[in-house]
């Protein structure tokens, strides 16, 4: 089992629709939480971390359930801009330090 | 500013060149990353230095060698590369602390695309 998994998509929605991306992990031990943004052929971006009591930044809300260990982010009122691979993002503890676990991201395509 | 600077860009080079990536940050981060990422892939760890010392190193093979010279620069020197090796080299800053890598943010910077002949 992957250690973050994610749907691959593609989600293709017109603009100005809902979108809602699922996020698993099987880590109980996870400590934080992120929602990155990764455009063709550039880097990652973080978007937003994401918390248990959940959080909200203009059109996108993320949310976090410990105990079913899933995240989820939903992006109102779509735009084409929003164009993208949504990486879901875990803290794992390994080796004494704590790591970045990647999800293989979900693809968004916004159209006219 | 959360700002962290690659270069180069692009870079292609044989199997048998020796050349330097190059990741610079000046947010007074005390965590670099090293990442590897193929297409249609997520992001891979590749290295993590701490306190300008090395923490983790995910059995990368040792054609590729890690540099820290001061807590604002990392360098990647590459040396006998295989085709299989190109692939976006991402080189990431966290404010990090003295337990080792934090549970803080990672900004990554945009990348050096790599082609080896």
């Known amino acids: 089992r992957k250690e973050v998994e994610q749907d691959p998509g593609p989600f293709n929605v017109p603009e100005g629709a809902t979108v809602a991306f699922n996020c698993t992990y099987s880590n109980s031990a996870s400590q934080s939480f992120f929602w990155y943004r990764q455009d063709c052929r550039k880097e990652p971006k973080l978007l937003m971390s994401?918390?248990?009591s959940g959080n909200e930044d203009g059109r996108f809300t993320a949310q976090l359930n410990r105990a079913s260990q899933y995240i989820s982010l939903l992006i109102r009122d779509s735009k084409l801009s929003d164009s993208a691979t949504y990486l879901c993002v875990v803290t794992a503890f390994s080796g004494g330090y704590n790591k970045l676990i990647f999800g293989a991201g979900t693809r968004l395509a916004v159209h006219p | 500013d959360t700002e962290v600077t690659q270069t180069p860009k692009h870079l292609v080079m044989g199997m048998t060149n020796k050349k330097s990536l190059k990741c610079e940050q000046h947010?007074?981060?005390?965590?670099m990353y090293w990442y590897k990422q193929k297409a249609k892939k997520p992001p891979e760890l590749m290295f993590v230095y701490s306190y300008e010392k090395l923490s983790i190193n995910e059995s990368v093979p040792s054609r590729f060698s890690p540099e820290c010279p001061n807590s604002s620069l990392l360098n990647l020197h590459l040396h006998a590369l295989q085709p299989e090796d190109s692939a976006l080299y991402l080189c990431?800053?966290?404010?990090?602390?003295?337990?080792?890598?934090?549970?803080?943010?990672?900004?990554f910077g945009p990348g050096t695309r790599l082609t080896v002949l």
């Open positions: 990431a800053s966290s404010q990090g602390d003295s337990m080792g890598t934090s549970t803080d943010t990672q900004y």
């Open positions: 994401v918390y248990s």
């Open positions: 947010m007074g981060h005390r965590a």
